[in-house]
Nanobody, 112 residues
Framework: QVQLVESGGGLVQPGGSLRLSCAAS????????MGWYRQAPGKQRELVAT???????SYVDSVKGRFTISRDNAKNTVYLQMNSLKPEDTAVYYC??????WGQGTQVTVSS
């Protein structure tokens, strides 16, 4: 069973940056598609960014140009670099793989 552990969340001011990490054990992140999701209070969980096994990336329109998903195969870790953060980016962020494994989530709060 693959275990995914997110880290890197926190409180940041609007316009700031954070980098989220998703460390995998029991599986190899480069072999399957990986994704970052987020869920804000009172809203449905939404897919934010994905990276396929061949490295193709995709993003929801609201984060294009601000967020970057990447993968370090040596560390078996997927990242989400978030720049120019906005209050509407506030949510719990989760990573998941295409096989249905999920992490526990990390809180991101964007507020002045």
């Amino acid at each position: 069973q693959v275990q995914l552990v997110e880290s890197g969340g926190g409180l940041v001011q609007p316009g700031g940056s954070l980098r989220l990490s998703c460390a995998a054990s029991g599986g190899i992140v480069s072999l399957v598609a990986m994704g970052w999701y987020r869920q804000a209070p009172g809203k449905q969980r939404e897919l934010v960014a994905t990276i396929t096994s061949d490295g193709t990336t995709s993003y929801v329109d609201s984060v294009k140009g601000r967020f970057t998903i990447s993968r370090d195969n040596a560390k078996n870790t997927v990242y989400l670099q978030m720049n120019s953060l906005k209050p509407e980016d506030t949510a719990v962020y989760y990573c998941a793989n295409a096989a249905g494994s999920w992490g526990q989530g990390t809180q991101v709060t964007v507020s002045s």
